[in-house]
């Protein structure tokens, strides 16, 4: 990859800074279309917030309590697509609201009937009502006291950043540049004060590497205004940061296959417990913060939110000590005026064009990142004044079956499937292959801080490292495991 920028002659036509969901979209719709493209990373490809998901390929039944049909309907669209074009990676699952109240069956099995009729002929299953007796024999983990029955409703689940992997791959494969580790650090502007490329940096070898564009889109998340104020010191800020976490837990709290969703929580929000790779997943909150980071941490009072939220619904109480792993994520929610709750924030996407020409686009989920490329590249390709050519990712399949995309392998990782991740998926570091090619990190930190030494050894043959490179990188990873422990209080 660093060979293709080195060798490539005059501007490309798209440079896409940052390798999250939104970045890999528009460089796989781009790069289909025929246009040349670069994507350049900071640090790993999805390092942000395209890791740290809920896992959901969903409409979002929360949005439409929001009364948000048009949101909801294009997430279903979208939804259909992804399982058409990624059936090794997008999986169905069946997830079962409890009914403690009289009036729950009635009132959330009406919403879930518009949710299918919204969904139309791309319905992952119907949604029905459960007697108390079909919902203890759905969710054997549902807390039984009080519970009057169940509803039962369809939506997609993924591995996020498996998905991430091969939507790279799949973009590569049409001709698109991609390199990780390698931030933009600057923007390059013609004598008329329009930005004309990118400065970025090769963090192994600390090089320069620069790109001449006929169009820049920011795809940087949470970070998009730091890239906004390279281009215009005085840019305002477009993105209220708000932050989600999950807790993992063993798969016996929840059992079974399918998941179980609580609709209102004390905060007015909604709560997953989902089976994700053979352990139990729980999430999420929304908690404002100030600025995003790499490496968000989660909150004591957000542990204790969740844990306390999970106890409503399981019949086993959660505990700190159960915690496996903990992660948080970063919502780049766009601002809007006289709002002060995240949660009231909107989901949709926001695109602009610059007055210096550079293309932003944020916000929106990972279920419909293909649309949201769609548009980014139909606006940027407009901006620059490319040559007209049409979208075809509504049907392009998304790359083959790859390490860690069946859920047994999570903690199951071969020596081969570390080399496959150098060889063929560009991971670099320890980090790379246990946090985001497959997924050790995120179902159990101990655990993979144990994998960290035979998996930096496996890498340092691979790539010719030394004995001082395998002991820094051991000594890195368990740093990082180490947050994401949950310490006792
Ligand atoms: C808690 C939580 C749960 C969610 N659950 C779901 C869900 O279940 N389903 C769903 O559809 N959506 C979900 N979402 C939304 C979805 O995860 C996001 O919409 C999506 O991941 C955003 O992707 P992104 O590429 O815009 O941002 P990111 O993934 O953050 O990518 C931006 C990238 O830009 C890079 N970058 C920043 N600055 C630079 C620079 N100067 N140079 C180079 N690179 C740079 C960063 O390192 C980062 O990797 C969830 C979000 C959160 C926070």
């Known amino acids: 990859m660093l060979a293709r920028i080195d060798t490539q002659r005059g501007p490309w036509d798209i440079v896409v800074i940052g390798g999250g969901a939104t970045g890999a979209g528009v460089a796989l719709d781009a790069a289909s279309r025929g246009y040349s493209v670069l994507l350049l990373e900071q640090h790993d490809f999805g390092k942000g917030t395209s890791s740290r998901s809920t896992k ?29 074009n990624a059936p090794h990676l997008v999986f169905d699952l069946a997830l079962v609201v409890p009914a403690y109240e009289w009036w729950e069956r009635p009132y959330y099995g009406a919403g879930l009937t518009l949710y299918d009729l919204l969904a139309r002929h791309s319905s992952f299953g119907r949604s029905r009502l459960l007697s108390r007796a079909e919902t203890l024999a759905r969710v054997p983990a549902v807390r039984p006291d ?55 940096r090769d963090l192994e070898s600390a090089r320069e590497l620069r790109a001449a564009a006929r169009v820049v889109v920011n795809a940087t998340g949470a970070f998009v205004d730091e890239v906004r104020r390279m281009a215009d010191a005085d840019a305002g800020m477009l993105v209220q940061p708000s932050q989600g976490i999950h807790l993992v837990l063993d798969g016996s709290f929840l059992g079974g296959t399918a998941a179980i969703m609580v609709p209102r929580t004390t905060d007015r929000r909604v709560m997953f417990a989902l089976p994700w790779h053979g352990h139990t997943l729980l999430g999420t909150t929304d908690t404002p913060i100030a600025a995003a980071s790499l490496e968000p941490r989660a909150r004591d009072d957000e542990i204790a939110f969740v844990l306390e939220t999970a106890g409503r619904c399981l019949r086993r109480q959660p505990e700190r000590g159960d915690i496996l792993s903990v992660f948080a994520g970063v919502r780049p929610l766009v ?13 949709d996407h926001t695109l602009r064009v610059e007055a210096s020409g550079l293309v932003t686009t944020t916000g929106g989920k990972w279920t419909t990142y293909r649309r949201m490329a769609e548009e980014t590249v139909d606006c940027a390709a407009a901006a620059a004044g490319l040559a007209r050519r049409p979208c075809v990712t509504a049907s392009l399949r998304i790359a083959g079956e790859t390490a860690g995309s069946r859920p047994q392998d999570a903690l199951q990782l071969t020596d081969e499937d570390v080399r496959r991740a150098v060889r063929d998926e560009m991971a670099r570091t320890v980090e790379d292959v246990l946090a985001r090619r497959c997924r050790a990190l995120f179902l159990n930190a101990a655990a993979a801080r144990d994998m960290a030494p035979r998996v930096a050894a496996l890498m340092a043959a691979e790539l010719g490292r030394d004995e001082t490179w395998q002991r820094d990188q051991i000594a890195a990873f368990t740093a990082l495991a180490s947050e994401y422990l949950v310490r006792q209080p």
């Open 56 to 84: 959901l390929v969903h409409g979002g039944v929360r949005y439409l309590a929001q009364g948000n049909l048009s949101l909801v309907r294009e997430g279903l669209r979208e939804r259909a697509i992804l399982r058409a």
């Open 335 to 347: 601002r809007r005026r006289n709002t002060k709750e995240t949660a009231a924030l909107s989901r």
């Open 146 to 200: 009080g519970l009057r029955g169940g509803i039962e409703y369809h939506d997609g689940q993924f591995d996020d950043a498996r998905l991430l992997i091969a939507s790279l791959q799949t973009a590569a494969g049409r001709g698109a540049c991609v390199l990780n580790y390698a931030p933009v650090v600057g923007l390059t502007r013609t004598g008329d004060g329009r930005i004309d490329g990118v400065v970025a």
